[in-house]
């Protein structure tokens, strides 16, 4: 596990890993303890690469562009007529993160998944 201390009298921040193996790989090399996620639509078995291939395999199920007047113009928003549900995503495909790959997976569990590469 790691952390940040944070010293409130100088704002002096020192950083420190408590299990120094959590951030080895298998075959002993240093790495970083986050990896890289990918967003796997299930039934094809493919890696979501850009929002073009997200937005047909979305529009498939369902979900639909979302262009309310509170849309705000850095997210992509989708949205299905069936359900209270909306996914917000970065407009720039480059922030596209776990987080947003995790939302899209509770609400299509049985069609996406986010595995580690």
Do not use: C
């Amino acid at each position: 596990m790691s952390g940040v201390l944070k010293f409130k009298d100088k704002g002096t921040v020192i950083r420190f890993n408590e299990n120094p193996r959590a951030n080895q790989h298998n075959d002993g090399r240093q790495g970083t303890s986050s990896r890289r996620k990918v967003l796997v639509h299930l039934p094809t078995g493919e890696v979501v690469s850009s929002y073009a291939s997200l937005e047909q395999i979305l529009g498939g199920l369902g979900w639909e562009r979302y262009s309310g007047r509170a849309s705000d113009p850095n997210l992509l928003q989708f949205h299905k007529q069936s359900s209270i549900d909306l996914i917000s995503l970065p407009r720039d495909f480059s922030r596209f993160s776990s987080v947003h790959m995790y939302d899209i997976v509770v609400k299509n569990p049985d069609v996406f998944h986010v595995r580690d590469i």
